[in-house]
């Protein structure tokens, strides 16, 4: 039997090999890893036609209990010139929507025309109650042109919560999925 004897210096080019074979492949396997602190799963994602906004956050800047989170803000256009806002309050203190301003922007962000938002009455936003607007009266939203696809500026006015501008867009409410959606106040459920 023939014995093979290895010198060390053998062994040490053997062992530096494998260990820079194993430093390779680490590099390899975390470069085409996409691992990353800017991938697109941790970036905030919305996904919903509509736009959340925070009203009245706190002195840190995170909302608190006087925060009016307003979650899916739209204009639904059903037709060229006329549509209603759809979106969901929630807050933690009483509070009023007391009007609504805005105007229409272009295709290249000007000011277009002015809306006109017919709040009929101030919208009570009841503390820990999610208000749904299409479950109100209709705010109805008219403009000489109301064109899908683009968006609108417009002024939030709350009684405690002060003002907020915030940039919506206009969505077609005849596509399939908001086809079905109108405003329709829900029947008092008090019946004695």
């Given at each position: 039997m023939k014995q093979t004897v290895r010198s060390s210096a053998t062994r040490r080019v053997g062992m530096v090999g494998r260990?820079?074979?194993?430093?390779?492949?680490?590099?390899?396997?975390?470069?085409?890893?996409?691992c990353g602190f800017d991938v697109q799963t941790l970036q905030?994602?919305?996904?919903?036609?509509?736009?959340?906004?925070?009203?009245a956050v706190g002195k840190d800047g995170k909302p608190d209990a006087q925060t009016i989170?307003?979650?899916?803000?739209?204009?639904?256009?059903?037709?060229?010139?006329?549509?209603?806002?759809?979106a969901t309050f929630t807050t933690g203190a009483d509070d009023q929507l007391t009007g609504v301003t805005?105007?229409?922007?272009?295709?290249?962000?000007?000011?277009?025309?002015?809306?006109?938002?017919?709040?009929?009455?101030?919208?009570?936003?009841?503390?820990?109650?999610?208000?749904?607007?299409?479950?109100?009266?209709?705010?109805k939203v008219t403009a000489d042109k109301l064109q899908p696809g683009l968006n609108a500026n417009l002024t939030l006015t709350f009684a405690n919560a002060g003002s907020e501008q915030v940039t919506v867009p206009i969505v077609d409410g005849n596509n399939t999925t908001y086809r079905s959606v109108s405003p329709s106040p829900e029947a008092s459920s008090a019946t004695s």
């Open positions: 260990i820079a074979g194993i430093c390779a492949s680490a590099g390899l396997i975390f470069g085409l890893s996409a905030t994602y919305q996904p919903a036609d509509g736009v959340d906004v925070n009203v989170k307003v979650r899916g803000l739209m204009i639904l256009a059903k037709s060229d010139t006329s549509g209603f806002l759809s805005g105007s229409t922007l272009t295709a290249n962000d000007s000011e277009g025309a002015a809306l006109k938002v017919d709040l009929k009455a101030p919208v009570q936003l009841t503390p820990g109650e999610a208000l749904v607007l299409t479950k109100q009266d209709e705010i």
